[in-house]
């Protein structure tokens, strides 16, 4: 088992990674949350593959529990499923002193987690993420909540976990495609922070194509030590937490043109990651080996690195996608741009033709 | 013009008490929050006599503002008027930048309070309150949230203002009845923090019946102190916070048996504080003459001590009410109790019987 430990003062959690390990989340439930009792919240899917787990170790230790699914889909992340949501959670008696356990992937995280941070002003609640995506990015941080038909995300709050715990042996029933998605946020946590670790991913694509359980939990214990760095520095994303967002600015302009459905999120930051590294070779000196370094890798984990499957979009609608995203300020794009492979600069493009030329040298 | 400052490290805010100020919020607003635009949240009625004002205010030092309405009244707590609040804000052009001025009593808080407090993950607002229990309560400590139709505020969020600003003038156009109900949050912060405050209320009944500004400014002021105070001492209610709940765990029984039709809120918290000076009798030795000061100076000021307008409430009835409340814990009924005025202690009472001797001591 690795452990990796969020620090937020009051609100610290630790993030447990082992292989097989669900049968134990009562007992760490009993020894860190002491529930009165538990509702597992899982999409229909995760819940027909692995809520009897968890639902078992928890009798195991004592602590009452009922199970509560919903579609699975990105749909669900919506203010009737929420409400729906809220319903169950009060049928079933969830009080004060409960918890909730959010097993599943990110739209499990982001639904559940925001239900426990509202549900009579907030509750304890556990992410027990089964996605790779989950597992690397989203069950960590604290982010929160539902999309509204204009705009996804918009209303959520920061809500720490108490524990994030995540099974490795969860990834072997996941969709390629999925597992793939999840590594572009791998692969951006070694741009942004650690050149060590993005040689890791180069030197064992072969194992992590396979899944291998050691290299896994390698992987994900320094993803999650990544982003853990980043959130306890800046939890609320007042400054540096940005650079997260490194490949997210192309990214959801490309997500959001193809209706969320052309490109998976980690493909479209895959591709965004390329754009922003075409730009940093213009702004920060980027150098064109490390270019194509990273695209290197993007393929060899199965990543999309071109506008190949919409050829659709012109540079020139992402580049107004762009301008409407809720991270613009002030009228001007902001670019997380890595310097070299490692270290990235958060930076103010003005230059339109600049980035037009980026996003075309991905284009179809 | 009174300032009082609630402590609470980073999210410290100060409230400013004043009369005929709403023309000067703007001003305050350029200086402490400078928001790119601001929506001006209120009911339909308050809207109507306030609203201009406020919009004038923030036209004058340049700050783009919008109005937002919706019906007045408790049913407007809902899932459904928050996602309309929700769908304006953003046709409105809310972002994260924005700020939310919620003009207007409790609920108006407590829903724009809310809508700011998970707007994109968290939006200023400021609370702008226009009733006496907005002033000396709701709009101070954070507390925002909606109703579910199986229990008040079950949905919602610990979220602090950057300001409250509170114009008394505006108690100018509120019905007695609704002055009298905030009357019982001002007693009540006299009996559990300040016996002095609690002379004050005694010595003043007239000028305070009258609205008189001096007095109205004095007495807000105080009350938003005692409760700044207890808040930045325990935000979150872990403790020390639940002083604030004198009288209300046998209020809120009565308003739910009632359908929140019966009695105001305050009206209720007054009885509810008459039931727990009886049972502080029994337990703490709270003396039989500071007993009927705190039941005269309700009376005085125009509200009821005993369930006459619910003859046929049971005393088993509000006991087992009591008991399904959201603050119970471990199925034992907790009060705060007064051992004189100016001081309360939180206690577990077991003795049932003594409780329904009480309830049956203020009954028809």
Sequence with gaps: MRKVTVELGDRAYDILIDHHSLSKIGLELSKRVQPSQVA????????????????RSLDKVGIKATRITFPAGEKSKSLVEYGRLIDRMIERGIDRKSAVIALGGGVTGDLAGFASACYMRGISYVQAPTSL??????????????DHPLAKNLIGAFYQPRLVFADTA????????EFHS???EAIKHGVIRDSGYFSFIENNREAILNRDPEVMEYLIAKSCQIKAEVVGADEREAGFRAILNFGHTAGHAIEALTNYKGYRHGEAVSVGMVIASQIAREVCGFSKEETARLRDVL???KLPTTLAAAPELSAESILKAMYSDKKTEGGTLRFVLPVRIGETQIVQVTDEALIKSA???VSY
Tied chains: 1, 2.
């Design 133 to 146: 995506l989950a597992m690397v990015d989203s069950s960590v941080g604290g982010k929160t909540g539902i």
């Design 40 to 55: 597992v919240v899982s999409d229909e899917t995760v819940a027909a593959l692995y809520s009897e787990q968890v639902l």
């Design 170 to 177: 969860t990834l072997d029933t996941l969709p390629a495609v």
């Design 299 to 301: 393929n060899q984990v």
């Design 182 to 184: 999840g590594m572009a």
């Design 359 to 361: 996003i075309e040298s």
